[in-house]
Each structure stands twice: as structure tokens, then as C-alpha cells.
Nanobody
């Protein structure tokens, strides 16, 4: 059974950095575009970033551009989200997700992704 497991969340002061890791198991995700979403209580899940299955392109939501960086290591079946210059509004549960294999276009909607992790909490304090 394909699974994604996130780690690396925690409490950090504003301006600090965190690196989230998502590791796949039960399936090889090298042919899947991988994404990160986040959610705060009472709000819908928000797209954060994705990295294309080819590894050739990335996409970021405007609020995180220039501060976050997504990368992948296919040998480890893993995807990462480096978060720098964190702001209070970055506080959320962060989810890793995978599209179907060889997804076309630039997926950024929740329905574009079909395998989800359980989430990891990121809390940014002042």
C-alpha cells in the first residue's frame, strides 16, 4: 500500500527555518508530481508548492515564493520542503501529496493529488 509520511515540523520563531521531509513507502514515486499543501483550522487546504515528476520544474504559491524551496531525491523516494524566513502566517499543518503517474500540466488543486500523508504541524511564533 502506497503511503507518504511527513516529518520535520515543529515550533520555530519568526524568521527561522524548517525543513520538511516526506518519504514514500509501498510504492516508488519517481513518476509522480509531488506537492505540499497546508491547512489552518477553519480554512481550506492551500497549495504550497509542487515539483514535477521529471524534476525539471517547480511551482510555488505566491505567499511562499522566494522563501520556500521544494526538492526531491528519487533514490530515497523522498521530497523536501525547505522553509526559510518563516512568518506567523505560515503556521499550519503541512501535507505531502502525490499525483497519479505522469500527471500533465501544473497540478495545484487538491483534486489533482491522489495520495496524501497524515500531515506535520508547523508553528511559527513571534
Amino acid at each position: 500500500q502506497a503511503q507518504l509520511v511527513e516529518s520535520g515540523g515543529g515550533l520555530v520563531q519568526a524568521g527561522g527555518s524548517l525543513r520538511l521531509t516526506c518519504v514514500g513507502s509501498g510504492h516508488t514515486f519517481t513518476q509522480h508530481t509531488m506537492g505540499w499543501f497546508r491547512q489552518t483550522p477553519g480554512k481550506e487546504q492551500e497549495f504550497v508548492a509542487h515539483i514535477h515528476w521529471s524534476g525539471d520544474s517547480t511551482l510555488y504559491a505566491d505567499p511562499v515564493k522566494g522563501r520556500f524551496a521544494i526538492s526531491r531525491d528519487n533514490a530515497k523516494n523522498a521530497v523536501y520542503l525547505q522553509m526559510n524566513s518563516l512568518k506567523l502566517e505560515d503556521t499550519a499543518v503541512y501535507y505531502c501529496a502525490a499525483t497519479n503517474p505522469f500527471a500533465r500540466g501544473a497540478p495545484s488543486r487538491r483534486n489533482d493529488f491522489h495520495i496524501w500523508g497524515q500531515g506535520t504541524q508547523v508553528t511559527v511564533s513571534s
